[in-house]
């Protein structure tokens, strides 16, 4: 079945739990500024119903939204995949991909060529191929074929030419994914 030592082939199970999984990976990859002004507004909530002489009752539902935003940074995301979740009722799927020479191939049809992948994403489980914000291939790793996350990471990196990034919540970024975050929207911006 395999073709070249470049060649892998890939099955994911679509059930709530991966749906949820994917948007939240989406959402930490692409939505940072989003994430950033979540933030800046849980604090002024906290901030103002502590610090600000306002009637008790706006303290108390201020300080719980701002304790609320603070606890649930990805509350967008979860929102967006519980849409999906009801709209598929509980159905699961399953979708094969096969990367080789000419880039990933979906059971669906869709062709993504290596030079047309934004961004690699990896986390414990699985590894993510964004072509765009709205369009990625979720490979999870247990059921890579064959068997070997550690070459198919690096075969990825090399053929596509990008590094490979951690999903990151609102309190792991550094200076540098804030940098990156600010190129993000500006590219954004001139699309």
Same mark, same amino acid.
């Given at each position: 079945?395999?073709?070249?030592?470049?060649?892998?082939?890939?099955?994911?199970?679509?059930?709530?739990?991966?749906?949820?999984?994917?948007?939240?990976?989406?959402?930490?990859?692409?939505?940072?500024?989003? $994430? /950033? @002004?979540?933030?800046?507004?849980? *604090?002024? +909530?906290?901030?103002?119903?502590?610090?600000?002489?306002?009637?008790?009752?706006?303290?108390?539902?201020?300080?719980?939204?701002?304790?609320?935003?603070?606890?649930?940074?990805?509350?967008?995301?979860?929102?967006?995949?519980?849409?999906?979740?009801?709209?598929?009722?509980?159905?699961?799927?399953?979708?094969?991909?096969?990367?080789?020479?000419?880039?990933?191939?979906?059971?669906?049809?869709?062709?993504?060529?290596?030079?047309?992948?934004? $961004? /690699? @994403?990896?986390?414990?489980?699985? *590894?993510? +191929?964004?072509?765009?914000?709205?369009?990625?291939?979720?490979?999870?790793?247990?059921?890579?074929?064959?068997?070997?996350?550690?070459?198919?990471?690096?075969?990825?990196?090399?053929?596509?030419?990008?590094?490979?990034?951690?999903?990151?919540?609102?309190?792991?970024?550094?200076?540098?994914?804030?940098?990156?975050?600010?190129?993000?929207?500006?590219?954004?911006?001139?699309?």
């Amino acid at each position: 079945m395999q073709t070249s030592k470049n060649h892998f082939e890939a099955k994911v199970i679509f059930n709530d739990e991966t749906i949820r999984r994917m948007f939240r990976t989406e959402f930490y990859t692409y939505e940072g500024m989003q $994430r /950033l @002004v979540w933030l800046a507004v849980a *604090f002024a +909530l906290v901030m103002l119903a502590l610090f600000v002489p306002i009637p008790t009752v706006v303290k108390v539902l201020c300080l719980l939204v701002g304790c609320a935003m603070f606890a649930m940074p990805d509350f967008l995301s979860r929102v967006a995949a519980e849409g999906v979740i009801m709209q598929r009722g509980g159905a699961e799927s399953t979708v094969s991909c096969r990367i080789n020479a000419g880039g990933v191939d979906v059971e669906n049809g869709a062709h993504i060529p290596f030079d047309q992948i934004d $961004r /690699l @994403v990896e986390d414990d489980q699985y *590894f993510y +191929l964004f072509q765009s914000r709205q369009m990625a291939v979720m490979i999870p790793k247990g059921s890579l074929l064959p068997a070997n996350p550690e070459r198919f990471a690096k075969v990825l990196a090399k053929e596509t030419g990008k590094d490979w990034q951690q999903p990151k919540s609102l309190w792991g970024l550094n200076l540098k994914d804030l940098i990156q975050m600010v190129k993000d929207r500006f590219h954004r911006g001139e699309s």
